[in-house]
């Protein structure tokens, strides 16, 4: 190492020390060091913010995985949603009209549909696809034994056709000239765009379209609150069940007149509280709107289970 040298400055008069080479390296090294690590936290600082192609591509498998999973969640709770339905009307069919026990079909629906929502950060997601995709296998398996109960119902049913031809179990407009749009429960009002409780099924269908009793009965006279309705038309089946077609643009019937199960009774309209021609159909046991799609069985399994998961959307009702 050289030591440090003094110079005499004739313009000072002073001595004065003199800059070594071995200072000048040490002040190069200290800038090169410094250089150095300031490029090591610029690229670490963009090794955290900046994402390279691969870790980007993955962001967006990610994504997309899901995107799917979500849809198939949704899917899931609507075929659910169905197969309880289809449960729900198996037992009453064995209980309430041929008086014997309802069989136990044990899907264990409720488990299924947990597994499916317990999901956590270090889930494998093909692996979650792929069992989602045994889940609905599962499920379309599930539908099609409920149809069987279903069909294995309407042929027993033979022996009490009697009864079973009075209840309001076929649908109340013609095959292929109905669309049903909105069902029973919670829907969003037509007019006042606020949810409130819609007492029946609306079947959209052209104006002036055939209207069918969906059961044998009697025609009475409208009594109670049926405000809005517009033109209806109500058939007592008997034993505390009553049908009623609303929002008709005529009827072909009078109270007092007996009709029967697919006899014209009137006319598709958009009287009343309506934003279009369409049948709203509403089933009433002891007083009471009960879901109608209980009790129209009368269609193969799987078109109830078509117009059953139509039913039970949430979405704006047409009366």
């Known amino acids: 190492m050289s030591e440090e040298h003094l110079r005499f400055n004739p313009e000072t008069m002073r001595y004065e020390p003199v800059k070594t080479k071995t200072r000048r390296w040490r002040n190069i090294l200290y800038v090169l060091l410094s250089g150095i690590a300031f490029g090591l936290v610029f690229i670490l600082i963009l090794m955290n913010f900046i994402k390279s192609p691969e870790e980007r591509k993955k962001e967006h498998d990610l994504e997309v995985y899901k995107e799917t999973y979500n849809k198939l969640q949704e899917q899931f709770s609507q075929n659910l949603q169905a197969i309880r339905e289809l449960e729900k009307q198996d037992k009453e069919l064995f209980q309430e009209i041929f ?41 379309e398996i599930m539908a099609s034994n409920e149809g069987l109960l279903v069909d294995f119902a309407r042929y027993f049913a033979a022996k009490n056709s009697d009864y079973l031809q009075k209840l309001p179990i076929h649908i109340p407009l013609k095959e292929g000239a109905y669309t049903l749009v909105s069902g029973f429960g919670d829907r969003i009002h037509p007019i006042f765009k606020t949810t409130r409780h819609h007492n029946g099924i609306d079947f959209a269908a052209r104006a002036g379209s055939s209207v069918i009793a969906a059961g044998d009965g009697i025609v009475e006279k409208p009594v109670g609150d049926f405000t809005g309705y517009g033109t209806v ?21 009078s109270p007092g007149e007996r009709v029967k199960a697919g006899q014209e009774i009137g006319f598709v309209g958009s009287t009343g509280i309506s934003i279009g021609p369409h049948l709203h159909f509403e089933i009433w046991v ?34």
């Open 99 to 139: 008086e014997t026990k309802s069989i136990d079909t044990n899907y264990q629906s409720d488990v299924i549909i947990n597994e499916l929502s317990e999901k956590g950060e270090d889930v494998d997601l093909s692996l979650m696809m792929e069992k989602a995709a045994g889940r609905m296998k599962n499920i």
């Open 286 to 319: 002891n007083g009471e709107p009960v879901n109608p799609m209980q009790y129209l069985i009368s269609v193969p399994a799987d078109k109830y289970l078509e117009l059953l998961k139509a039913a039970s959307q949430f979405n704006q009702c047409l009366s």
């Open 233 to 253: 038309v109500v058939i007592n089946h008997g034993n505390g069940i009553k049908s009623i077609y609303a929002q008709l643009l005529d009827t072909e019937v």
